[in-house]
């Protein structure tokens, strides 16, 4: 019978079922919960059919359960080739193919497939435990291929899997010159489906009551940064996001007419210097201390200051930046800007428009009643919280003037809207605030949860001027967080609040190892790859070169792992009779008499009796026993006798006594 | 009986009585039968093929050949997928579990390789069979090396496939059942040893063409007529030698009895193994004979009647000699003179064929 219509036996689907099992769990927390149970239903549907040897169902059957699975699929998803559609049938279709399978040859296919919805995994987490746990699954799966190998007998599970893990192991010096030299590209070779970004959190261009907050209970990391100047102090951590300047009295919304150059600006002390890796978030925005000095390639720098990536930023991405945290703008403001930053709309919130002119009123300039203002929200009864009332159409007066409690973008708002009545232009910064420092590392942390929106105002002869009415209400939450800011009774995420020494410790550790692996093993991109390449001192990189070098190191390692596994074929002595008898001719040797190549037991004991008087009592006698034990009747050859001959080897003196 | 595979040429012989012309024609062979020649290159150049091999053969390097199997070209083809949706997601792990099972193929070459490197191979005794019946070739593998051996296959038509493991250290013997469809000495041919272990995705293999040899009896005939009379002056009957009736009793059985003569009823009822014993007619003395058969039969179908009656004469215990047109074999009784006459049977103008 040939080998490929052999059927599987109840071990071999045992194992494959494994396989696939562990390959599809991680899925399963994002597929719909109908796919999961079916698929459950279904392994556990092949399983007891190979326990009981049952028939196969029928290929009707299989055919309309893959019918319906397909159609819940599309209603569920809209669609079907996309990245969450497409691992929804990849897997139902798998183990479809599991109940129709009984040949090797099937079950091999099906092998592969595990492979490849293994990869699938990553499409939605790199992160160090997926790639753990993706490495005992490649384990399994590939015990699993080599259990398909075996046609006489089946030498066990340990086997499976000693080999398995050897032929990884020896794969893995391969897999590094491989990875290290295979020429990267940068970008896409075709446009992502688009929900290939979906679940990214982050920062959004309008800004309502609420909407800040809400990224409070995300622990999510927005960016991570080192510096190579001081760490700047916290007040200092204004992480500079989207600019918002249009309000309909509700919603703050960033301008889609955002002047396109800079101002030039009189930068004033000295520069921070840093590089920021943001996380994907699927806006274009790119995220830098007040007050960047220039935008990295490819991205640009908007008038307000704004990073702006030509695309969305859909993978993690690092950049250089330079900052000055105090500047100076000696320019006028344009008068557009200056009609932008002052608008109002008509008929909102009138108790703070009337409050704005009681004030502007009693002010001497632009400073005084800034400074009114603020002392406003810090003196009287204002409550910072993450958990603030609703509000409803006029939010400002209904902040302002009766709930009072609020969170930054409350702050901010009502801050900016005030200017803004009393003639000072001013708009809403969004970004994050803070971070915290990681002391394993060296670095920064900033969360999704570190969210923050401020305000800035023109002032004659400054320029843009941040001010952050929450510092007048909640200075903590500048100077130490969120946590330090808000009572302990409120909901933040565990990274927030303060705990135990040892456990902040190995999150710090946890999180710099993270970083690392995204810095060295994720982010490992052609930039990346050609700034080794100049370290490792190749000039002039190119694809071209790149490609041979990788060829040539690959067939060099491949040849030493080949020669190295080869060597164990060279014959063993594992008879210990054979052992023990070449180590009495090496004693016999010491004393002064090898055995010649061609000499036979025989003639040697007679040889080396005649030349070692004293010894041959003893010799001769081990010879011959020896003799009856490797040539004499199979009989006699039993294990004690051999282990007692081997012993009196060991007690023949090796050297000649003096 | 199925029949036989056509066995395969490898040497191109021109055809007998060949005209001069042809041997200026013969350079132009390769164009006439490009195929064939391609084979006959390759097998001389690539596959170092030179005939037979006396004695045991070891696996050596350049005897082992290595192709991407089916398998393979399928692995191949999904780590392609692989390595484009790394490329266009920007996948750094899918890259390194690409690259991964891209080394572990790499690697499953070199294990494929070993897993018939230094393999020795020797030929074993064939036990010699009658014409139309299996003949059953043995291969001893032996391995030296301290690493088992699993999943060899020995294949010698590409359809049919026999797989044996050996142990390390160990040797074991592999078994190959052959159609015998002529009489005469058979050789098992080229024999390919060839492996897909561990990981199935390279298929290794290497020939064997070893010095076995399978002495192959004429055919049974089915329908003979009896045994032909023994010489007359004995005065003896042929009821005397014939048939069954002259059983004699029941002996306990010893190795080498022949299978025809043992109780198979007595062992049935859980007797033990009993060899029937019957009263030898040494005096009786039967002739077999060429002569004796009739000339408007073939040679072959001479052949096998006197098969059927050596075969039926050993087993009435008779003494019996067999004369051929070259050979006289005088009378003896016992499994020694019927191993004599069948062999001589077998190789009856065995050299004089083509």
Redesign the interface.
């Known amino acids: 019978?040939?080998?490929n219509q052999e059927r599987l036996h109840p071990g071999q689907v045992g194992w494959l079922l494994l396989a696939l099992t562990l390959v599809m769990l991680p899925h399963t927390e994002r597929l719909p919960w109908w796919i999961t149970l079916l698929s459950a239903l279904l392994l556990a549907w092949r399983a007891y059919i190979t326990w009981h040897a049952l028939h196969m169902p029928s290929k009707w059957l299989l055919f309309t359960i893959a019918g319906g699975a397909v159609g819940g699929i599309y209603l569920h998803y809209g669609r079907l080739l996309g990245r969450d559609s497409g691992v929804a049938l990849l897997v139902v279709m798998l183990v479809l193919k599991l109940l129709e399978m009984v040949a090797l040859r099937d079950a091999?296919?099906l092998v592969?497939?595990c492979?490849?919805v293994?990869?699938t995994n990553?499409?939605y987490s790199?992160s160090i435990t997926?790639?753990a746990y993706?490495l005992i699954v490649?384990w399994v799966v590939?015990a699993t291929?080599?259990g398909?190998?075996?046609?006489?007998?089946q030498?066990g599970y340990r086997y499976q899997f000693r080999?398995a893990g050897v032929?990884?192991m020896?794969?893995?010096?391969?897999?590094l010159v491989?990875?290290v030299l295979?020429p990267?590209?940068s970008g896409?070779?075709?446009s992502?489906p688009q929900d290939?970004l979906s679940g990214t959190t982050g920062l959004s261009d309008e800004m309502s009551p609420g909407s800040v907050s809400k990224l409070l209970s995300s622990d999510a990391i927005a960016l991570r940064a080192s510096f190579r100047s001081a760490i700047p102090r916290p007040n200092q951590l204004y992480w500079r996001g989207p600019v918002m300047w249009d309000f309909d009295g509700y919603t703050w919304k960033a301008s889609r007419f955002a002047s396109q150059t800079p101002h030039e600006v009189e930068r004033l002390g000295a520069m921070i210097d840093y590089t920021v890796t943001v996380e994907p978030h699927s806006r274009r925005w790119l995220f830098a201390l007040d007050l960047p000095a220039a935008a990295p390639e490819p991205a640009r720098l908007t008038g307000d200051f704004q990073l702006l990536n030509p695309d969305a930023v859909s993978?993690r991405t690092r950049y250089n930046m330079i900052s000055y945290p105090d500047w100076r703008d000696n320019d006028e403001l344009l008068s557009l800007d200056r009609r932008r930053g002052l608008a109002l709309p008509a008929g909102s919130n009138p108790r703070t428009a009337t409050m704005a002119a009681e004030l502007r009123k009693k002010a001497s300039d632009d400073d005084t009643y800034i400074q009114a203002v603020l002392a406003i929200f810090r003196e009287q009864n204002f409550y910072y919280t993450t958990t603030p009332p609703l509000l409803g159409a006029n939010p400002v007066d209904q902040f302002l003037f009766s709930t009072r409690a609020g969170f930054c973008e409350h702050y901010a708002s009502a801050f900016t809207v005030l200017m803004r009545a009393g003639g000072i232009p001013a708009r809403i910064v969004t970004g994050y605030q803070g971070g915290e420092i990681n002391y394993v590392g060296a670095y920064l942390t900033v969360r999704q949860a570190d969210a923050h929106a401020w305000a800035e105002v023109w002032l004659n002869g400054r320029g843009w001027t941040r001010v952050d009415p929450t510092a007048s209400v909640s200075p903590s939450r500048v100077e130490a967080g969120v946590a330090a800011a808000v009572p302990q009774s409120e909901l933040l995420p565990r990274q927030l609040r303060g705990e135990y020494e040892w456990l902040q410790r190995a999150r710090m550790t946890w999180d710099s190892v993270t970083n690392s692996w995204n810095q060295v093993?994720?982010?490992?991109?052609q930039e990346r790859q050609l700034q080794l390449m100049e370290r490792l001192g190749v000039d002039d990189v190119s694809w071209q070169k790149l490609a041979s070098l990788m060829f040539i190191l690959?067939t060099s390692v491949?040849l030493v792992?080949?020669v190295l596994?080869?060597y164990?074929?060279?014959?063993?002595r594992?008879d210990p009779l054979i052992k023990a008898y070449a180590r009495f001719c090496d004693k016999l040797a010491r004393h002064g008499v090898p055995r010649y190549p061609s000499e036979g037991p025989q003639d040697y004991a007679k040889r080396a009796g005649a030349r070692l008087p004293d010894l041959q009592s003893q010799i001769e006698p081990l010879i011959a026993r020896y003799i009856d034990l490797r040539y004499g009747d199979c009989a006699v050859t039993e294990a004690s006798a051999v282990s007692a001959w081997v012993t009196s080897v060991r007690n023949f003196p090796s050297r000649p006594k003096h | 009986m199925e029949t036989p595979p056509p066995n395969r040429a490898y040497t191109y012989e021109p055809p007998p009585h060949a005209p001069r012309w042809w041997r200026f024609l013969s350079v132009l062979r390769p164009l006439l039968t490009p195929w064939r020649w391609l084979r006959r290159y390759l097998d001389r150049w690539l596959f170092q093929l030179h005939g037979t091999q006396a004695g045991s053969i070891v696996l050596a390097q350049r005897r082992i050949f290595i192709l991407p199997s089916r398998y393979g070209t399928i692995y191949v083809a999904a780590l392609l997928l692989m390595l484009t949706g790394s490329i266009n997601y920007n996948l750094s792990l899918g890259f390194i579990l690409t690259f991964m099972l891209a080394a572990l193929g790499v690697n499953s070459i070199l294990h494929t390789f070993r897993n018939l490197a230094r393999l020795r191979i020797s030929a074993g005794r064939a036990e010699a069979v009658f014409c139309g019946e299996y003949a059953r070739f043995k291969l001893i593998f032996e391995n030296i090396g301290a690493l088992s051996r699993y999943s060899i296959g020995l294949t010698r038509d590409g359809r049919h496939e026999t797989y044996i493991d050996v142990a390390a250290g160990q040797s074991a013997t592999a078994c190959i059942d052959i159609p015998a469809p002529r009489r005469g000495i058979m050789r098992p041919g080229r024999i390919t040893v060839f492996t897909r272990f561990p990981l199935g995705l390279c298929y290794a293999w290497a020939y064997a063409d070893l010095d076995a040899r399978c002495t192959v009896y004429p055919r049974v005939e089915t329908q003979a007529p009896a045994l032909p009379l023994p010489s007359a002056h004995h005065g003896l009957g042929l009821s005397h030698g014939l048939g069954q009736e002259d059983f004699a009793g029941l002996r306990s059985y010893s190795p080498g009895d022949s299978p025809r003569h043992v109780a198979w009823k007595a062992a049935a009822r859980e007797q033990g193994l009993m060899t029937k014993q019957f009263s030898g007619r040494a005096d009786t003395e039967l002739w077999l004979d060429w002569r004796a058969t009739p000339d408007t039969l073939d040679t072959e179908a001479r052949l096998s009647r006197l098969t059927r009656w050596v075969l039926d004469a050993h087993t009435a215990s008779i003494s019996f000699g067999l004369r051929l047109p070259e050979i006289e074999l005088q009378p003896a009784t016992g499994d020694a003179q019927r191993e004599r006459c069948l062999e001589a049977l077998a190789l009856f103008e065995h050299g004089r064929r083509a």
């Open positions: 019978m040939n080998a091999m296919i592969f497939l492979y490849f293994g990869i990553f499409l790199q997926m790639a993706l490649v590939t291929l080599i398909f190998q075996f046609r006489q007998q030498p080999s032929l990884l020896q794969s893995l010096p391969l897999m491989l990875f295979f990267r590209i896409p070779l075709w992502m290939a993978r093993v994720l982010e490992y991109t690959a491949t792992v080949g596994m080869l164990r074929l060279r014959g063993r594992t």
